[in-house]
């Protein structure tokens, strides 16, 4: 069995996640191709885009959104996504268990809660028009005074299949979303089979080489190691003696290729769909990026691993992109920073006057 070093599934991963260097593939393509981005933040797929997708502007995601082949809904891990409309039809009745047992962290809270009676009403209240969660509580507030309306809104979000209703704004979404049925949006039925053993290689595909672990975490699905075993796929090994799977055709570049300086935006889906996270990120940087209250901040690489933080600001016309090294950067890695940090600041602030890159001490 051919044995990986941690080098090598550090490349396989970012050139399946386009991060070797960008790519030219139109938005809906590359959305496709990663099976979906992490969306907590209209703008977090916007920046994961740009890292990605050679010469990308905001309005082609806009356009595939307005065109409705991309829609941003709450699927893997029961989390806001952007997926491509026919991956979300393809795969929320997969990814349904996992919703529907998500309503157990309500608790307490599900008291007198008639999951079925509230899901019935809900459809029907976001059939007329699209709505807000808020405007879905307080209606259903109405119809289930006796349940509380958190649990209200939270089964609605699991149960019903919806999508985000978008707006003419510049990240696609305002900040409280309206959201509408996804089947009347789109104008297909979501698929009624599950298809667990195809979700597993699409995850390889954009994720691998990885285990049965690493899938559970990505999408949430339980029972993954023979859900793999049903499935012809290569079988590697890490340094450690860990199986790894793939698909065959799975790129797995040479080890020596050179991974370009790139900045993720917060909850990028590379630092949050495996188990064991060394390929991207050391284990003793983890408490500053993943946060105690489940934030996951924005990073950059360098040499495919992360290296640090940042964030921006604008102050009178001044963009701001602030760096947090991990560690001493060497002088050729400032200047890339400085040159792709500069260009994502354009990319977020073009109405910025000046733009600055700032390293925190």
Known sequence: MTTLSDRAVNRATLARQMLLGREK???????????????????????GLWSRVEGFAGE???????????????????????????????????????????????KDRAEGLDV????????????????????????????????????????TRMMVPLVMFPTETRWGWPANARFTPAEAWLGKKVRPTALPEELVRRYL??????????????????????LFDKLELDQLKDETGKTLYDVPE??????????AVRFLPEFDNLLLAHAKRERIIADEHRPAVFTKNLRVKSTYTVDGL????????????VATLTLTPF??????????????????????EPDAKTYELVTAS
Not at 217 to 224: E, K, V
Not at 250 to 259: E, I, K, L, Q, S
């Open 250 to 259: 799975g790129p797995r570049p040479d080890p020596d290729t050179p991974a």
């Open 60 to 106: 082609e995601l806009n356009k595939a959104v307005a065109d409705r082949e991309v829609v941003r809904a709450t699927l893997f891990r029961g989390t806001l996504h952007l997926v491509t409309a026919e991956d979300y039809l393809r795969f929320r009745t997969t990814i349904g268990p996992i919703l529907e047992s998500g309503l157990r962290m309500l």
């Open 25 to 47: 593939v139109g938005v809906v393509e590359a959305v496709g191709r990663l099976v979906g981005m992490q969306g907590q933040e209209a703008k977090h797929p916007y920046v």
């Open 306 to 317: 992360v290296a640090g933080l940042w964030s921006t600001e604008v102050k009178r016309g």
């Open 205 to 226: 595909a954009a994720f691998g080489p990885a285990t049965p672990a690493d899938f559970q975490t990505w999408s949430g699905l339980p029972g993954a190691k023979a």
């Open 116 to 155: 079925g009676k509230v899901v019935a009403a809900a459809e029907k209240l976001l059939a007329k028009e699209p709505l807000t969660f808020t405007e879905v509580r307080d209606a259903l507030q109405e119809q289930f005074p006796a349940v509380n309306e958190r649990a209200l809104g939270f089964t």
């Open 327 to 348: 560690g001493r950067t060497l002088k050729k890695t400032a200047a890339e920073l400085e040159r792709e940090g500069t260009a994502l600041l354009r990319f977020l």
